[in-house]
Nanobody, 126 residues
Framework: QLQVVESGGGSVQPGGSLRLSCAAS????????VGWFRQAPGKEREGILC????????IYADSVKGRFSISRANAKNSVYLEMNLLKPEDTAVYYC???????????????????WGQGTQVTVSS
Protein backbone atom coordinates (compact mmCIF):
# COMPACT_ATOMS: atom_id res chain seq x y z
CA GLN A 1 0.00 0.00 0.00
CA LEU A 2 1.35 3.39 -1.02
CA GLN A 3 1.19 6.01 1.69
CA VAL A 4 2.95 8.99 3.21
CA VAL A 5 2.87 9.89 6.87
CA GLU A 6 3.73 13.24 8.41
CA SER A 7 5.15 13.61 11.89
CA GLY A 8 6.92 16.16 14.06
CA GLY A 9 4.12 18.62 14.67
CA GLY A 10 3.39 20.12 18.06
CA SER A 11 3.07 23.31 20.03
CA VAL A 12 5.85 25.88 20.09
CA GLN A 13 6.30 29.46 21.19
CA PRO A 14 6.80 32.26 18.67
CA GLY A 15 10.39 32.31 17.47
CA GLY A 16 10.77 28.59 18.00
CA SER A 17 11.60 25.80 15.58
CA LEU A 18 10.17 22.48 14.47
CA ARG A 19 11.17 19.86 11.95
CA LEU A 20 8.42 17.96 10.20
CA SER A 21 8.99 14.63 8.52
CA CYS A 22 7.21 13.06 5.59
CA ALA A 23 7.93 9.34 5.40
CA ALA A 24 6.80 7.11 2.57
CA SER A 25 6.04 3.43 2.42
CA UNK A 26 5.37 1.28 -0.60
CA UNK A 27 7.33 3.49 -2.98
CA UNK A 28 10.55 5.49 -3.22
CA UNK A 29 10.06 9.19 -2.48
CA UNK A 30 13.23 10.18 -4.34
CA UNK A 31 11.52 9.33 -7.65
CA UNK A 32 8.85 11.99 -7.15
CA UNK A 33 8.36 15.61 -6.25
CA VAL A 34 7.35 16.20 -2.67
CA GLY A 35 5.69 19.33 -1.42
CA TRP A 36 4.71 20.68 1.95
CA PHE A 37 1.35 22.38 2.32
CA ARG A 38 -0.65 23.75 5.19
CA GLN A 39 -4.26 24.54 5.96
CA ALA A 40 -5.42 26.85 8.71
CA PRO A 41 -9.01 26.76 9.99
CA GLY A 42 -11.36 28.41 7.54
CA LYS A 43 -8.68 28.80 4.88
CA GLU A 44 -7.73 26.96 1.73
CA ARG A 45 -4.78 24.62 1.57
CA GLU A 46 -1.63 26.64 0.86
CA GLY A 47 1.52 25.45 -0.84
CA ILE A 48 4.73 26.16 1.08
CA LEU A 49 7.77 24.44 -0.44
CA CYS A 50 8.50 21.66 -2.87
CA UNK A 51 11.53 19.61 -3.89
CA UNK A 52 11.60 17.98 -7.31
CA UNK A 53 12.95 14.55 -8.09
CA UNK A 54 16.12 16.25 -9.36
CA UNK A 55 16.61 18.04 -6.04
CA UNK A 56 15.49 21.49 -7.10
CA UNK A 57 13.53 23.37 -4.45
CA UNK A 58 10.69 25.74 -5.13
CA ILE A 59 9.05 28.14 -2.73
CA TYR A 60 5.30 28.55 -3.10
CA ALA A 61 4.71 30.93 -0.18
CA ASP A 62 6.73 34.14 0.16
CA SER A 63 5.79 34.26 3.84
CA VAL A 64 8.22 31.41 4.64
CA LYS A 65 11.26 32.74 2.78
CA GLY A 66 14.32 32.76 5.00
CA ARG A 67 12.53 30.76 7.69
CA PHE A 68 11.53 27.38 6.21
CA SER A 69 13.57 24.92 4.19
CA ILE A 70 12.97 21.55 2.60
CA SER A 71 15.38 18.65 2.30
CA ARG A 72 15.49 15.01 1.35
CA ALA A 73 16.74 12.09 3.40
CA ASN A 74 16.75 9.38 0.75
CA ALA A 75 18.23 6.76 3.06
CA LYS A 76 15.16 7.17 5.25
CA ASN A 77 12.76 7.55 2.32
CA SER A 78 11.73 10.85 3.83
CA VAL A 79 11.49 14.57 3.17
CA TYR A 80 11.85 17.13 5.92
CA LEU A 81 10.43 20.60 6.48
CA GLU A 82 12.66 22.65 8.74
CA MET A 83 10.75 25.57 10.26
CA ASN A 84 12.49 28.35 12.12
CA LEU A 85 11.38 31.71 13.55
CA LEU A 86 7.86 30.42 13.78
CA LYS A 87 5.01 32.90 14.00
CA PRO A 88 1.43 32.52 15.25
CA GLU A 89 0.24 32.81 11.65
CA ASP A 90 2.14 29.60 10.86
CA THR A 91 -0.42 27.70 12.93
CA ALA A 92 -2.07 25.12 10.69
CA VAL A 93 -2.30 21.46 9.81
CA TYR A 94 0.74 20.64 7.69
CA TYR A 95 0.54 18.08 4.90
CA CYS A 96 3.02 16.54 2.54
CA UNK A 97 1.90 15.83 -0.98
CA UNK A 98 3.55 13.71 -3.66
CA UNK A 99 3.51 14.46 -7.36
CA UNK A 100 4.45 11.50 -9.52
CA UNK A 101 5.53 13.64 -12.47
CA UNK A 102 8.54 14.66 -10.39
CA UNK A 103 8.23 18.41 -10.91
CA UNK A 104 7.03 21.13 -8.58
CA UNK A 105 4.47 22.80 -10.78
CA UNK A 106 1.46 23.80 -8.72
CA UNK A 107 -1.37 26.12 -9.63
CA UNK A 108 -3.19 25.87 -6.32
CA UNK A 109 -5.38 22.84 -6.96
CA UNK A 110 -4.71 20.05 -4.41
CA UNK A 111 -5.92 17.55 -7.03
CA UNK A 112 -2.61 18.14 -8.83
CA UNK A 113 -0.94 16.04 -6.15
CA UNK A 114 -1.20 12.26 -6.35
CA UNK A 115 -0.75 11.25 -2.72
CA TRP A 116 -1.41 13.05 0.54
CA GLY A 117 -0.61 12.31 4.13
CA GLN A 118 -3.06 12.72 6.97
CA GLY A 119 -1.43 15.91 8.24
CA THR A 120 0.25 17.00 11.44
CA GLN A 121 -0.84 19.93 13.61
CA VAL A 122 1.52 22.84 14.25
CA THR A 123 0.47 25.42 16.82
CA VAL A 124 2.52 28.55 17.45
CA SER A 125 1.37 30.39 20.54
CA SER A 126 2.74 32.10 23.61
Amino acid sequence: QLQVVESGGGSVQPGGSLRLSCAASGFSLKEYAVGWFRQAPGKEREGILCVSNSGISRIYADSVKGRFSISRANAKNSVYLEMNLLKPEDTAVYYCGVRITGDCRYSGDPNELDYWGQGTQVTVSS
